[in-house]
């Protein structure tokens, strides 16, 4: 017999876009579905984002080709594009998608919870994140255009609307739409570190948490400080622009012919907001890979069949990247005013965040070595995670070196070094997540074939683009520039012409780089209603998110109840034995003993 | 300058395309940037070959045991600690040399004000001193575009140029300000680089030494003309250095 609202169910499975279907997926407070729109949201941001990047390089390449429907980019035009580029990719793709999106989507079941602490907070996270887009979207439509300030937004030319095109409403929209997002950001966290101590189930002790909820674990915790400040800093610099303070600007400063005098009080300094950003800034470097670090450990051991190499090691490393990471943000200004004995202390700051960070890698290598691992997308994704992160990595102590800095700041070697290290392994981080949890959404696994010609030329144009930017900032290539020839100064351009061929290598590789990408997003089309049927545990997984009394959970029309979930031992008990290996996952009951030491 | 210069793989590859120096502190900077590339390609090829050798490998080997973790985490990490104590006590001393103290006394004065989006040069003239400057005073198309006092005497003889000249061998100070928003001045051939920002005045010091015209850009987006924000150095010998001194004061005192 069929109960009524069995019924209704089955209905709605027949027409899945009913209405209230919609509204009922829209605002949702269910944290999976929440999870989802967050990384659909990331994904619209990165399509842009891609899209502005691609134009960027081509009028570097071919500045004066013209884009249909638009005309000449301007030098306005490519700060703005600048601008927009960097703001969607570090706010709405590398903080939204690890933290937010996987962060809803798998951390509640990885610690054997059904839900986020807070679910309305969660809704309201999301909505505000995607006001925040659509405002800073909105920014391209008001006279003069997005802002051109950076994603850094340095006053006082962020301060003044006169400083530039797109620094009047453009600017303003830039700032409402950041705060927003600050705000978001917090309300996410405060949810995540409540779960997290809160809602962990029966024997998940804090040594047994796998190292993605680790890592989720301690951008939160950094989210809090760094979000915080930023929104105090984004208020400040509101005020200056329309309250009449001078937080950042200073007493006769002169700006495209009018004084900041009359209306203004006080004496400011620009260099606070620096100190503001940067204390925001570079935690929110580690808030972007945190989340990536800790899976990319647990997907080696996964297809290593292996355990993880210094478990114990692994989670303080990441909390020591964490503590580390909210006392190194002067190397961002070593040459921007800094008394040059903070720059002695804030480079020995950041060459001890290299060690923790190298010990990491030291595990990755452990972890795989000799392991004979199977090659699925997902395990490769994660060791080109490792590859990027390691060799981005190791430029990190050059920069920290104020004297090489001196020469290196602002140039394309700082490009090169966190595009490598942030926004290359970021994304392959969020790859790896893709084609290893996609089951766990569709009961499909994603196509193999597709994934692996994805893989390789991602990895390739990936290097291929940012490898070479090292040596044309050797050269002297600055950042931020409109074009790289026809200069005034002679010398300038006798300085910049040898970076040109390199640079149309760069473009190149760049457009591969892109357009590798149809094949990433045609695979997840296509398996998404086509792919194969994924069995249970595709890959014989150890973590909770694969157990059945959740996986049951995350199809509510199937028939498993609530069973209760509970952890009996660490993530990745993998064993070899008889030429075969075995796998113990944390749901199984099985009594073994736990390995004693570390 | 050759012909060669022009094309990127002619530039010698063992000094990573860096641009020839020409300054006093240049060859030590550059030695140690040379070694710390070397040593992270060294590093980044190290760690590759471990990484790909590890998969490739077709037996499988034993787990590597948790109680060797020195061997496999600590030891790795104390020599990777102490090659970046090294490295770092090395450029702390270099830093220090050019950073912690200031120009000596004899050296020649130079102020360089970055400004939407040209730099400005000043030389304080015969009387080694600096007239005051006023914002409200600044007015460009009346030749005065740093805002000169007239009624300081200071202000008088000050050369104001828009390309920087310097005598080779002798130490510049270089007073750096900003008057609008922040600027980066960067001579990328003599190895320097350092903001200007708004309300500060900011003291480097440096030493040019080979005569020649380098490029002097602005490294802190400062908005839409960011990219054409670049004027020359022209270092002479000291006697055309003289030379040319002595022809713009007689210009600025007549
Ligand atoms: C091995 C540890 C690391 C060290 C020693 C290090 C060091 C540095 C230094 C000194 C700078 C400033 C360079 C300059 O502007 O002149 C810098 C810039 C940057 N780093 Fe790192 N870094 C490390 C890891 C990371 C990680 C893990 C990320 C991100 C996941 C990252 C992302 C960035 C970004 C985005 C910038 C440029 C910010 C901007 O100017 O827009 N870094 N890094
Ligand atoms: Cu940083
Ligand atoms: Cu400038």
Known sequence: MMTPRSAAELSSRQHPFRKSFLVHALFTTDHRLIGLQYLALAMVAVIIGMVLSLLMRLHLTWPDRVIPLHGPILPEDYLALVTMHGTLMLFFVMTTAPQAGFGNLILPSQIGSRRMAFPMLNALSFWSTALALVVLLASTLVAGGSPISGWTAYPPLSAVAAAGPG???????????????????????????????????????????????????????????????????????????????????????????????AGHRGNGSPLLWLHLFWFFGHPEVYIAILPGMGLTSMLLANFARRRVFGYRLMIATTLAIGLLGIMVWGHHMFVAGLNPFAGTAFSISTIAIAIPSAAKVLSWLATTWRSRPSYTTAYLFSLGFASLFLTGGLSGPILAQPILDQYLHNTFFVVAHFHLIMAMAGV?????????????????????????????????????????????????????????????????????????????????????????????????????RRGLIASANPWQATTLEWSPALRAHSHPTSDGDLAPVEAF?????????????????????ADTTEPKSE | ???????????????????????????ALDRHLLLNLWIALGLAIL?????????????????????????????????????????????????????????SPEAMQVEVTGMQFVWTFR???????????????????????????????????????????????????????????????????????????????????LTPTVPGTYAILCTQLCGLGHYRMNSNLRVLAPTDFAAWRNAREQVVSR
């Open chain 2, 1 to 27: 300058m050759t012909v060669c210069s022009h094309f990127a793989l002619c530039v010698d590859p063992y000094r990573w395309h860096l641009p020839a120096d020409a300054s006093a502190h240049g060859p």
């Open chain 2, 47 to 103: 760690a590759h070959i471990v990484l790909i050798a590890g998969t490739v490998v077709r037996k499988r080997g034993p787990e590597p045991p948790n109680r060797h973790t020195g061997r496999i985490e600590y030891l790795p990490l104390i020599a990777f600690s102490l090659v970046f104590l090294w490295l770092a006590v090395r450029a702390e001393r270099l830093w220090a040399g050019t950073r912690y103290t200031g120009a």
């Open chain 1, 428 to 528: 392959f981080g969020l790859f790896a997540a893709t084609y290893y949890w996609f089951p766990l959404v569709t009961n499909r696994l994603m196509s193999e074939t597709l994934g692996r010609w994805h893989f390789w030329l991602t990895l390739l144009a990936a290097y291929g683009c940012f490898l070479p930017m090292h040596l044309t900032g050797l050269m002297g290539e600055p950042r931020h520039y409109a074009q790289l020839a026809e200069l005034p100064g002679s010398a300038a351009n006798r300085l910049l012409a040898p970076t040109l061929p390199l640079n149309m290598h760069i473009t190149i590789s760049a457009v591969i780089l892109v357009a590798s990408q149809v094949l990433f997003f045609a695979n997840l089309a296509v398996s998404w």
């Open chain 1, 569 to 589: 031992r660490r993530p990745c008990h993998y064993w070899s034995h008889h030429n075969g290996w075995h796998f113990l996952p944390q749901w199984d009951s």
């Open chain 2, 123 to 205: 030389y304080p003239g015969g009387d080694a001193t600096f007239g005051r400057t006023s914002p409200e005073l600044v007015d460009a198309a009346a030749g005065n575009p740093l805002g000169i006092d007239p009624a300081d005497p200071h202000g008088a003889d000050d050369v104001v140029t828009s390309e920087l000249v310097l005598p080779a061998g002798r130490e510049v100070d270089l007073r750096l300000r900003a008057q609008d928003v922040i600027h980066g001045f960067a001579i990328p051939e003599l190895r320097v680089k350092q903001n200007a920002v708004p309300g500060q005045t900011i003291h480097i010091h």
């Open chain 1, 167 to 261: 620094q009047g409403a453009g600017m303003d929209l830039w700032i409402a739409s950041i705060a927003l997002f600050a705000i978001a950001a917090t309300m996410s966290s405060i949810n995540t570190l409540v779960t997290v101590v809160r809602l962990r189930c029966k024997g998940m002790t804090w040594s047994r948490l796998p190292l993605t909820v680790w890592g989720w674990f301690t951008a939160a915790l950094l989210s809090i400080l760094a979000f915080s400040v930023l929104l105090a800093a984004i208020v400040l610099l509101m005020c200056d622009r329309h309250a009449g303070t001078s937080f950042f600007v200073p007493t006769g400063d002169l700006v495209n012919g009018s004084l900041h005098a």
